[in-house]
């Protein structure tokens, strides 16, 4: 365990909470948050150990102050350093009635996962590190959050050394497509679009985008029109989908690449849709500025692909854009309240219902038995299965927001440019 800084207080979110420091839901019995979080839970329960852990990594090193708010006072730099000595660690622990759900932090940075120079260093620390960390709570499904799935080939490469310390890895792929597809048809439904007339772009045709196609023409309603879009290097993949795509459904499909460093051409039909969708590693390449007024924005990118703070403020002043997190799912129905400083829109002193989408795909398979694990990019009769099983549990795409921000619906609905 790493020690706290001489003479720094420990911080109360930190030094491990139980339920007599937190206002909770009835349903939930108990939550235990911050790095000591196991240890407390393990002391005050007898119990059989945790039944699913998100294995998940700090998007950038601005997470690491919600482990550690005393980093907060360090450099952007000295904090990325300290990271890379410290090892995997809890974060929460979260009981509900059927269920023992906890969150393990690896110590790299998405950015670490992206970086060829660094990509090995972080598989090999998941392998030999957050693996045995993960076995020793007593978990029996593991779930790749953030770039995890991607960074080992879609949970491939872990499997081998999953199955020797008896854990079960799910990608948390056919869950997030879920994710994707139910926060662009609540984007749908409550500002009364039409999405049989609508053009849609989808940006990174990866596990989750190409997912989320087959999903969406799988539906009574389906797109005018959608274009997908990715680097010039996976062209022959784009021809691929698109002639898949078009044997599904009698709608125009075409393609479109990006600059071969992933940049968005100013031309590019992310800029002249009713609905962008994407699921992409690169960082900041959407211009906000230039997104046609009357466009639903769905992201699930990793990190994210627009600024959340430039979507938020255009649509809060001109109210002529839907800025749309994917990949938060409600889970209130199975009494699952959280407390980790996620900063989701409903999060306040009794917690937040609200939980990745990649969690929500281990706490699917520990509560239905008739779904499998996710491992390879899912197929279309995987993710149709996870769809209906959302109903079954009713789970929730959670409430429209931006970086916890929840969007103003109803002024949308009034404002909102129809084209």
Not at 153 to 168: C, I, K, N, S
Not at 267 to 290: E, F, G, P, V
Not at 327 to 348: K, N, Q, T, V
Request: proline share 5%; net charge negative.
């Amino acid at each position: 365990m790493v020690p706290f800084m001489e003479n720094e207080p420990v911080p109360a979110r930190l030094a491990g909470r139980n339920s007599k420091d937190i206002t909770m839901d009835t349903a939930v019995k108990q939550a235990w948050t911050g790095i000591t979080c196991l240890e407390e839970w393990n002391r005050d329960r007898d119990t059989h150990g945790l039944d699913v852990v998100l294995l998940t990594h700090p998007r950038d090193d601005t997470d690491l102050v919600r482990l550690f708010p005393w980093s907060g006072h360090f450099t952007t730099d000295y904090r990325r350093a300290l990271l890379r000595h410290l090892r995997p660690m809890m974060g929460e622990v979260i009981e509900t009635p059927r269920l023992n759900v906890g969150l393990l932090f690896a110590t790299c940075l998405a950015e670490d996962m992206i970086n060829p120079d660094t990509r090995r260093w972080c598989r090999e620390m998941l392998a030999m590190e957050a693996l045995p960390a993960l076995r020793r709570t007593g978990a029996r499904y593991v779930c790749l959050g953030g770039l995890t799935a991607s960074l080992t080939g879609y949970g491939r490469r872990l499997q081998g050394v999953a199955d020797e310390l008896g854990l079960t890895i799910t990608t948390g792929h056919s869950s997030t497509t879920v994710s994707v597809y139910r926060t662009y048809a609540r984007a749908c439904q409550e500002l009364e679009l039409e999405p049989n007339r609508g053009r849609m772009v989808v940006l990174g045709l990866g596990s989750v985008g190409s997912g989320f196609v087959r999903l969406v023409l799988q539906q009574k309603e389906v797109p005018k029109s959608i274009v997908l879009v990715d680097r010039p290097n996976r062209v022959a993949h784009l021809e691929k989908l698109a002639a898949e795509f078009r044997n599904i459904a009698d709608i125009d499909i075409s393609i479109e690449t990006s600059t071969k460093d992933g940049e968005i051409k100013p031309d590019s039909a992310c800029y002249n849709c009713d609905y962008l969708i994407s699921a992409i590693s690169s960082w900041n390449i959407i211009d906000i500025d230039r997104i046609a007024p009357g466009t639903v924005l769905v992201d699930d990118s990793q990190p994210n692909c627009w600024s959340r703070d430039a979507a938020w403020e255009r649509c809060k002043t001109r109210l002529d854009i839907a800025p749309c997190e994917a990949g938060l799912i409600d889970c209130s129905s199975i009494g699952y309240r959280a407390h980790f400083p996620f900063e989701f829109a409903d999060h306040g002193p009794s917690g937040s219902r609200t939980a990745w989408c990649c969690l929500t795909e281990g706490m699917m398979l520990a509560l239905d038995s008739t779904l499998e694990p996710t491992i390879g990019e899912p197929t279309a009769e995987r993710v149709a299965k996870f769809n209906e099983a959302f109903d079954r549990l009713k789970f929730t795409a959670a409430a429209l927001q931006c970086e916890g921000r929840r969007l103003p619906v109803d002024e949308l609905r009034a404002a909102f440019p129809r084209r």
